[in-house]
């Protein structure tokens, strides 16, 4: 299964666009990455998630580069709210149940 | 719609106590899973249950953690006899066969905490 290297921690102001990156060299080519967060004494919360395409929703977008190596989540105007951990998933085609969670980025959204 | 509820939220208990812990998943989810996180580490699975079955234990340590799920329905995972090393969140996640193949999307209940002093 494809592991994800994300920084520890990230500082975003208020009402800026926060963007977190993941690399994941190993991804294989029907791997899926997905993001979740987890704010504090939370449970995680699924944000989104892509193949190969960019993708967005009311959350968030998903920038997945061309060779699929790496991937930035972007939040367009981080709130006090967003900070959270957030973590960056490779999933397997056929394992639909199987999540590596990582120990994710902390992201700090500060005023 | 009501979530993934756990309980209880808190739990402290002296090492070599039993321990369980409830998960009701949402409603007509069929798959449902036991993480554990420890602090400052992301969840690690213990185990999922597609209905009644337990399709997926192998994380699950089955000298002194047990977990059920009759009816397909709700779950309780428990731990006989405690130790230290199992203070940690204990999270409990659902989530339904369309999801999962459309979106593989969890739902997660807030967790417990476990002290075991």
């Known amino acids: 299964d494809a592991k994800t290297t994300q920084p520890t921690s990230m500082d975003c102001a208020e009402g800026r666009a926060a963007n977190l990156p993941c690399n994941h060299s190993?991804?294989?080519?029907?791997?899926?990455v997905y993001w979740y967060r987890q704010i504090h004494s939370q449970g995680p919360q699924y944000i989104i998630h892509?193949?190969?395409n960019n993708e967005t929703n009311e959350m968030a977008s998903l920038i997945i580069t061309e060779d699929r190596k790496s991937s930035t989540l972007i939040l367009p105007h981080a709130t006090l709210r967003d900070t959270a951990v957030y973590y960056c998933?490779?999933?397997?085609?056929?394992?639909?149940?199987?999540?590596?969670f990582g120990s994710g980025t902390k992201l700090n959204v500060k005023p | 719609e009501a979530g993934v509820v756990q309980s209880p939220r808190y739990k402290i208990i002296e090492k070599k106590q039993p321990v369980a812990f409830w998960c009701n998943p949402i409603?007509?989810?069929?798959?449902l899973y036991w993480y554990l996180q420890n602090l400052g580490q992301g969840p690690e699975l213990l185990i999922r249950?597609?209905?009644?079955?337990?399709?997926?234990d192998s994380q699950l340590p089955k000298d002194r953690f047990s977990a059920e799920r009759l009816k397909g329905v709700d779950s309780t995972l428990k731990i006989q006899p405690a130790e230290l090393g199992d203070s940690a969140v204990y999270l409990c996640?659902?989530?339904?066969?369309?999801?999962?193949?459309?979106?593989?999307?969890?739902?997660f209940g807030e967790g417990s905490r476990l002290t075991v002093l």
């Open positions: 996640a659902s989530s339904s066969p369309g999801t999962t193949q459309d979106t593989g999307e969890l739902f």
């Open positions: 190993t991804i294989s080519g029907n791997e899926y």
């Open positions: 892509g193949l190969k």
């Open positions: 998933i490779v999933k397997p085609k056929y394992n639909f149940n199987k999540f590596y």
């Open positions: 409603s007509g989810h069929n798959t």
């Open positions: 249950y597609e209905n009644e079955e337990a399709v997926d």
